[in-house]
């Protein structure tokens, strides 16, 4: 077999765990190869708690792990691999480490030795804060409840399932002296909102910030992952949530030089008109940019404007979900900062403090920490962007105007002067010293954080609309996406990243696309969607609030029915329903919340899911999802075919090449069945899959049409229905044309007179053997047997 391109063509996402080890992956392979796509892109493999679905919280990075097969398996499944074709492509994990001192030995070091062990420096602890103490936010209450749990035993202090190092010599002693005595001190799991003195990954306080920006650090923790590229086991990389580290910049520059090029691509979260830093040495994105996109093609943006009004009727008047995105998100942004984000926020704080009290710059003296406390707080709810990387950058997104609204929160005008200071720290007016470096990189990972935690995580599930339009790198606010728009999307990345990733699904995706691809057609129909609603909700007790119920029946009708009408499935069904619902409303933190729960509100969600959506009146809302289903079809033939086929490498996550519904995590991470059906109780799975198979053995075969150094041209249909054609051709050489906005099609009387002209020459449909067409032909026949078609040019 010849060996993998070092670009992919297209890689096929696999979630390793114990129930899914490298000897599963291995029996796989011939399958995927058969699939077409040129990579396997593998979830976390280095040594993780045991026990650990995702692989993302790695206790030692010198060692694949065992749970998975160790080292020996995961070479077998690189020779297997290759034998097919295929290479392999790594997600690692440069930010953060498990908080687990019994597995992670670099860990239980430095909580023995202290800030003298040569491996404190791996980890980002603040050692002046708590009186040199690691903060462990482990006991289940205050100290006083617990301390009866707590007991030594040899050199280890045990609690429950903890273990924690005892310092040399003070075994014996008293326990309150004991505890004293250590490098850490453990406490009440609450106190880490507020008292925390490392970084964390966001606010989860059991993975702690690793500081790979130091050379020593990065060595000792890419060791294995380079010897595996290196030895040709694996080809390359995927960059696990780089804005979290303090120069993401010098970081990949770093791991460019190590790997020697390698293709890597990093799970950036770009705003809308954001761009990727051109300096930074990747291929591009992990590809949320592009399912916005895709996304976007499917949404009808005057349907999405009814159905945003249907919404606030159903939803309000209640507080906080009248419809506003952008009110919703700095809502979210300000409630992440005080609670979940209160340590960071003060640690933040202190930066700023100590700077400003040492400054020899009179500007920067009399600061108090309030003052610098509340500017930080309202400049960084303003900021629009994950984070700023360099001074230049943040006097882009840490605009004039944010500052302007942030004064407005200081009664005395002097005191507003600590925005002014805050944004000339930022911008770089005070130099570049260490104070302000550490000020600058604080600030952007606290940004980075807030980011994630009050859009994906708290406003995406306060602001529901229209759920599909709620998915990570989404605009719920403004989702449609138009095709003019998403033409000059797809020429930018040809020109500047078009080796990017691009995706559909995901393992952190809140749906998966199929089920999305349900819910965009809802802005077809808003009307017709919120009279089924009113009548599938009446008699239906008890109602939580209107905003999850409204949320509830959209989950129902993504997912859709049950693979068939026996009991047991439908009882699967409603369990997958209940707890992605449980996991809303505590993510919106609005009536319950992972740290705060209310049993009370949390039971009537499940009742209410058992009564409404998974019970009788459940079954209008089938009733509609089974007359929409010839566009539900359209939306995801065309969102699969579009994904393969525009500019970037196509990543596909497992079990995806056929229908595939599943709901937020844990729900997409089960283990995948190969040589299975797999689609779950629809009825595209076969030919969804003979799309996917058709444009990934294209991309196979004609690499040159496809790749770097390949074009894209835009596809513009003509007549009275124009509009519902997207297409566009790749190299002269493949055109893509898709339906768009099917129900609205059909209810304007069809194709009609629409026209598609193609390029010259004679097109092969690639699907359809003896399919041929030429020069300007007539929507309605080429898109007679499917709403997604692949035409090939003929040789001539």
């Not at 497992?654 to 009825?683: I, W």
């Not at 193609?758 to 080429?782: K, N, T």
């Amino acid at each position: 077999m010849p060996p993998a391109p070092a670009v992919p063509t297209a890689t096929y996402r696999l979630q390793l765990q114990p129930d899914f080890p490298f000897h599963a992956a291995t029996t796989a392979v011939p399958h995927l190869a058969a699939l077409g796509v040129s990579h396997l892109h593998l979830s976390p493999v280095l040594e993780a708690v045991p026990g650990s679905q995702h692989g993302y919280d790695v206790v030692d990075p010198t060692r694949v792990r065992e749970e998975l097969g160790g080292e020996d398996g995961l070479r077998e499944l690189s020779r297997t691999a290759r034998h097919h074709g295929l290479g392999l492509i790594l997600d690692i994990v440069p930010n953060h480490m498990a908080m687990s001192p019994r597995h992670n030995p670099a860990l239980w070091e430095v909580l023995r030795d202290g800030p003298s062990s040569p491996r404190a420096r791996w980890f980002d602890i603040d050692w002046e804060a708590q009186g040199g103490q690691v903060l462990l936010p482990v006991l289940g209450g205050p100290l006083g409840e617990e301390a009866d749990r707590l007991k030594v035993d040899g050199d280890v202090l045990r609690y429950h399932d903890h273990a924690f190092p005892l310092r040399e010599g003070t075994a014996g002693l008293p326990l309150p002296q004991l505890l004293d005595g250590q490098w850490y001190r453990p406490v009440w799991w609450r106190l880490a909102r507020t008292e925390l003195n490392y970084r964390r990954f966001f606010s989860i306080s059991e993975l702690i910030g690793v500081r790979v920006e130091d050379p020593e650090v990065f060595e000792a923790t890419h060791a294995k992952i380079l010897e595996l590229l290196h030895e040709g086991v694996v080809d390359g990389l995927r960059v696990d949530h780089p804005d979290g580290l303090a120069d993401p910049g010098g970081y990949l520059r770093q791991l460019h030089e190590a790997t020697g090029g390698r293709w890597t691509v990093v799970e950036k979260i770009l705003a809308d008109g954001e761009a990727l830093p051109a300096s930074w040495p990747v291929a591009g994105t992990t590809g949320y940019d592009a399912l916005r996109h895709v996304d976007g093609l499917f949404m009808d943006p005057a349907g999405f404007g009814e159905l945003l009004d249907r919404y606030r009727a159903f939803a309000a008047p209640q507080t906080d979900r009248g419809g506003d995105w952008d009110a919703t998100v700095r809502r979210a942004a300000y409630k992440v900062l005080t609670h979940e984000l209160a340590a960071e926020t003060g640690r933040l704080t202190r930066v700023a403090a100590r700077l400003c009290a040492a400054s020899q710059e009179t500007a920067l003296r009399d600061r108090a920490p309030w003052a610098l406390r509340t500017a930080l707080t309202e400049l960084l709810v303003r900021l629009e962007v994950y984070r700023p990387y360099s001074p230049e950058d943040a006097a882009a997104v840490v605009t004039e105007e944010a500052a302007a609204e942030a004064r407005r929160a200081f009664a005395v005008p002097e005191e507003a002067g600590a925005v002014d200071v805050v944004r000339d720290l930022l911008v770089g007016r005070y130099g570049d010293g260490p104070a302000q470096v550490e000020f600058r990189t604080r600030f952007a990972q606290t940004a980075s954080a807030l980011r994630a935690k009050s859009v994906e995580d708290t406003a995406f599930y306060r602001y529901v609309p229209l759920l599909s339009a709620t998915e990570v790198g989404g605009e719920p606010g403004d989702p449609a996406v138009g095709p003019d728009r998403f033409h000059a999307y797809c020429a930018r990345v040809q020109r500047d990243w078009p080796a990017t990733g691009t995706v559909l699904s995901t393992h952190d995706a809140k749906r998966s696309a199929d089920v999305r691809a349900a819910l965009h057609v809802l802005t077809e129909c808003p009307g017709r969607w919120a009279d089924v609603l009113a009548e599938a909700s009446r008699g239906v007790e008890p109602v939580p609030d209107a905003q999850l119920a409204w949320a509830a029946w959209q989950t129902v009708f993504g997912l859709g029915p049950a693979g068939d009408e026996r009991a047991r499935e439908e009882r699967v069904r409603e369990e997958r329903v209940r707890e992605a619902l449980l996991k809303h409303v505590r993510e919106a933190g609005l009536f319950t919340s992972w740290t705060e729960q209310e049993p009370p509100y949390e039971d009537a969600v499940a009742r209410f899911v058992a009564a409404g959506p998974c019970g009788v009146p459940g079954r209008k809302v089938a009733e509609l999802r089974e007359a929409l289903e010839p566009h539900i079809r359209a939306n995801v033939l065309g969102a699969a075919l579009v994904h393969l086929t525009m500019p970037g490498v196509p990543d596909l996550y497992q079990g995806t090449e056929r229908e595939y519904r599943a709901l937020v995590d844990p729900d997409n991470r089960t283990p995948p069945r190969f040589g299975e059906d797999g689609s779950d109780g629809g009825g595209n799975g076969s030919e969804k899959e003979a799309v996917t198979r058709a444009a990934l053995a294209l991309r196979a075969r004609r690499p040159e049409v496809f790749g770097t150094s390949a074009s894209y041209e835009p596809l513009g249909a003509v007549g009275p229905a124009a509009d519902h054609c997207l297409a566009f051709t790749r190299s002269g050489e493949v055109v893509t044309a898709v339906t768009r906005l099917s129900l609205r099609l059909a209810e304007s009387g069809g194709w009609r007179d629409t026209r598609v002209p193609l390029p010259r020459g004679r097109w092969a449909d690639v699907r359809e053997p003896g399919r041929e067409f030429e020069g300007e032909v007539r929507a309605a026949e080429l898109f007679a047997a499917s709403p997604a078609v692949l035409l090939e040019r003929l040789p001539e």
